[in-house]
């Protein structure tokens, strides 16, 4: 049921609902401590759809957590970017590319539009752009994957990092 559940959510992973992510808001929609309208991405289609899955009467997008907005791409204006890495580091689904003290851009078709990264930006380079056509913003399938994905990578960095130190550790420990 929580699959389903997360499914059926937009996977911007954008926090608007107050929840770290899609799925934790489907766990506390499950648990009873989230209400079904707290997603400003779905929109009132997708609360319907959560409402119908659920069983229980639909109601409005509860406005305290935002508005729904037509679906959007973060676009870096590319002759400001200074390269400073922090919208690389906040976004979700790994949709922004670029190094250290170098231009970034944003991949387009993989942007979910969370807004994570505006807020971040030191010189404010980027906006969020209404798509022309919705149908080319990635589906929630193929953000989860991506989100899945940039989570494991995360991790494996995390286990690597901890075993790098770990050696340094005892290599520091055994020359004394």
């Avoid at 729904?68 to 870096?76: G, W």
């Avoid at 949709?95 to 170098?102: D, E, L, N």
């Avoid at 022309?132 to 990578?153: I, S, V």
Wanted: proline letters at 7%.
């Amino acid at each position: 049921m929580l699959e389903s559940l997360n499914n059926l959510l937009p996977q911007t992973q954008c926090g608007q609902c107050s929840f770290n992510g899609c799925r934790p808001y489907a766990e506390a929609i499950i648990a009873g401590e989230a209400d079904i309208n707290q997603c400003p991405p779905s929109g009132d289609a997708g609360i319907a759809r959560i409402a119908a899955f659920l069983n229980v009467p639909s109601k409005p997008l509860n406005s305290q957590f935002g508005e729904h907005k037509p679906k959007s791409v973060a676009v870096i204006d590319e002759a400001q970017c200074i390269g400073c890495v922090k919208c690389i580091a906040v976004c979700p689904v790994d949709a922004i590319v670029g190094a250290a003290k170098w231009m970034h851009t944003v991949i387009t078709a993989e942007c979910t539009g969370c807004e994570l990264c505006v807020a971040p930006c030191p010189i404010d380079c980027i906006t969020l752009q209404s798509l022309e056509n919705p149908d080319f913003a990635p589906t929630n399938l193929h953000a989860k994957q991506r989100y899945e994905a940039r989570n494991k990578r995360k991790e494996m960095e995390m286990i690597e990092k901890t075993e790098r130190l770990r050696q340094q550790k005892a290599r520091l420990l055994a020359v004394h």
